[in-house]
């Protein structure tokens, strides 16, 4: 795996990522992380993760994640940082508290958001870690035993017996977004509970049947941040705005996050101008020259003589997201012209059809790094 990241870092790659909340990532321990981020470190990469908690064990996460970083000696970025769970609202108080301790004991430690109060994932993710194991297969088999099945069930509505914190499991929160194999056309867009009382059954006892029955092609929509941590964590200086969407076409269907379609232009919009939260040259800042420094991009992420012309140009007093949660596939209004790297997209909110997009590579060793 050592040899791994070193071959991808020669390749060009800005450093190294963790998925802590999901199998296989889950199983990971902190020594192993350790020796992967030292050698992402020694070729002036970064630690990025998804922590692997962020509902009751949100500061245990956070601190696991901060000894990864300043044992290996990469900088860290913590994945679009939040906090879910009603029960759990508020946390990201001591949460950014404790990233300020650490930059100020000359740590380099970088976070980023996606502005919204759902996150998305894949419904496993919601199941005990140990269900996991072995794979998507071996979840299903283990679904198929009756006491297997009734331990599972247990935990997720109790919480486990050794321990581990317990995952919240708030059945009117999460909402079906696609089913890949296309079958259950009509639970598309529907909630887990009300779902189960359409079916006559428990919430948890349809969960397991899905997972059963369809494996891990199951994506979904759970509304579990709160309002006043979305604020409190955009108005951090340290915080860049992050989709964690993916490229979408309307053609897709299905009923996908909205962030995919309105990250940015929901800050710039909703957060920036009608809300103030944030000035709206933060707000720029925080899509632009801070990620750009991030990655160590010194011609990107700034506009001045010299720099790619990757340019956005807005209106900023109409720009606007119009993706919802019941209709995600709408494009934002507002904008009216894209460059990338000087070649024109997007005329008049217009796509053009030009292709000029280029995979982008760390710019050798000159990759920039602060702090440590």
């Known amino acids: 795996m050592r040899r791994f990241v070193s071959d991808a870092m020669e390749q060009g790659c800005a450093g190294l990522s963790s998925g802590l909340i999901y199998s296989p990532g889950s199983y990971a321990e902190i020594a192993e ?63 950014l508290a404790r990233v300020a301790e650490a930059q100020a004991a000359g740590m380099d430690v970088l976070l980023d958001q996606y502005p919204y109060d759902a996150t ?17 297969a071996a979840m299903r088999d283990r679904l198929r035993d009756d006491q297997i099945r009734a331990a599972a069930r247990v935990e997720m509505l109790d919480g486990p017996t ?11 929160t999460v909402t079906i977004a696609s089913i890949h194999s296309g079958r259950r056309d009509g639970f598309t867009g529907r909630n887990i509970a009300d779902l189960a009382r359409a079916e006559g059954c428990e919430p948890v006892d349809l969960f ?32 860049a705005i992050a989709s964690d969407g993916w490229t979408l076409s309307p053609e897709a269907g299905g009923t996908p996050h909205p962030r995919s379609y309105g990250t940015f232009a929901r800050v710039l919009g ?37 720099a790619r012309a990757d340019l956005v140009v807005f209106d900023p007093s109409t720009v606007i997201d119009r993706a919802t949660y019941e209709q995600p596939h709408r494009f934002c ?10 070649t024109e997209v997007i005329r008049e909110g217009i796509d053009t059809g030009a292709m ?12 920039a790094r602060r702090g440590r």
């Open 208 to 239: 397991l049947d899905l997972l059963r029955d369809e494996g891990g092609g199951i994506e979904v929509v759970i509304a579990a941040i709160g309002e006043d941590d979305i604020r409190r964590v955009m108005r951090n200086p340290s915080v």
């Open 120 to 136: 998305s994932t894949t419904l496993t993710a919601l199941l005990p870690t140990w269900m996991l194991e072995g794979g998507v």
């Open 270 to 306: 909703h957060y920036s101008r009608d809300e103030s939260v944030i000035p709206i040259e933060e707000a720029v800042r925080k899509m632009t020259s801070l990620p750009a420094r991030r990655l160590g991009m010194t011609d990107r992420g700034c506009v001045r003589p010299g």
């Open 33 to 95: 992380l350790v020796s992967l981020a030292t050698v992402a470190a020694e070729r002036g990469g970064f630690y990025a993760t998804h922590m692997r908690n962020e509902g009751p064990a949100l500061l245990a996460a956070v601190e696991e994640a901060l000894t990864i970083a300043s044992s290996s000696g990469a900088g860290l970025q913590l994945s679009h940082h939040k906090v879910l769970g009603r029960r759990n609202w508020g946390l990201t108080k001591r949460s």
């Open 333 to 342: 209004g507002g904008v009216h012209h894209v460059f990338i790297d000087g």
């Open 162 to 172: 050794d321990g581990r914190p317990k995952r919240d499991f708030e059945p009117e």
């Open 356 to 367: 000029t997009g280029a995979v982008l590579r760390r710019q050798g060793e000159g990759f």
